[in-house]
């Protein structure tokens, strides 16, 4: 079977069970390493960044006292850092519901015929830095309201402007996020903000593969533990011709995928393995779980190449 149809069958089911699987019974907890999002009515589980935030904030109001609670807070951490290492970015290319939301627009990009607009290595790093911006504000904001120095409606920062909590409840037919909350000043202009970023995701993910992945926080969380992750990307340089079919697949546009070197799987790879679908040279590149190659570069692999910018 095709590595395409594969990871789309996945895709598919982890965006049923994460946004509709509460309704049924389903729900694999909070410290999900994915854009799963608790704002969806009926989610089925939901992403690490809204509980951090959340044990960060009431960590510090509670106080050393509160035992059972640090206790509950570190139980969750140690649950997201065991599902980073079993899977790496595997979350991020194959169960990801926002992910497979941007891959929706790349589909609709390419059935109407118009060409991916790419970034410059300069316009990618500075995008890059967005996703640090986002871990400062999950980490430094949550002391900072507790403290009282900033508004109580600052809460959860991130989860505030993030995209995924405008799009991601209209599969669940929860459209509140759309209008402009007018309690105050603060939530209008966070309300304001969510629709601008959601607006400026969606757009960009369309001109652009996985735009929103650019500089989504996840990517820098589950780098860290990269090393000691299970599943994971290899590549045998010794095999590979440098023909660039790779790099012209990546959706994210990884630039050392045909250079003469083993480690590719960088800080922007998010598993989409376009990359080893496209190689034709059989066993440059595996997607292994630990030892167990699951899948490998086959020269029979129908190519698909796209126009260099």
Not at 96 to 118: A, H, M, S, V
Not at 212 to 240: D, G, M, Q
Request: with cysteine.
């Amino acid at each position: 079977m095709k590595i395409g149809l594969i990871r789309g069958a996945i895709q598919w089911l982890s965006f049923f069970v994460l946004t509709y699987g509460g309704r049924v019974g389903i729900h694999l907890g909070s410290a999900l390493p994915c854009f799963a999002c608790p704002f969806v009515p009926g989610c089925g589980g939901y992403c690490y960044l809204m509980g951090l935030q959340g044990y960060i904030g009431f960590g510090l109001a509670l106080g050393p006292a509160q035992g059972k609670e640090i206790l509950v807070a570190l139980g969750w951490l140690g649950v997201f850092i065991l599902l980073v290492l079993l899977l790496g970015k595997a979350w991020c290319g194959f169960i990801c519901p926002f992910g497979l939301i941007q891959d929706w627009l790349t589909f609709i990009r390419n059935k109407l015929g118009l060409r991916e607009r790419y970034l410059s290595p300069q316009g990618k790093k500075y995008l890059g830095v967005v996703k640090y911006v986002f871990l400062g504000l999950i980490v430094f904001l949550p002391p900072l309201i507790v403290a009282k120095i900033l508004p109580p409606d600052l809460y959860l920062p991130f989860c505030n402007i993030c995209p995924g909590k405008l799009i991601l409840p209209l599969f669940a037919g929860e459209t509140r996020y759309l209008a402009v909350n007018l309690d105050n000043a603060v939530t209008m202009w966070l309300s304001l903000a969510l629709i601008v970023v959601a607006a400026v995701t969606l757009v960009g993910a369309f001109f652009k593969d996985r735009f929103y992945c650019l500089f989504c926080p996840f990517l820098a969380l589950i780098h860290v533990l990269r090393p000691l992750t299970a599943l994971r990307l290899v590549k045998e340089p010794t095999s590979c011709v440098g023909c660039g079919v790779c790099r012209r697949n990546c959706q994210m546009d990884v630039a050392i995928l045909d250079q003469d070197q083993a480690q590719v799987q960088t800080i922007e790879c998010v598993d989409c393995l376009r990359c080893l679908t496209a190689c034709p040279m059989s066993g440059t590149l595996k997607y292994k779980f630990l030892s167990l190659t699951l899948f490998a570069a086959s020269r029979w692999t129908r190519l698909r190449l796209r126009p260099k910018p």
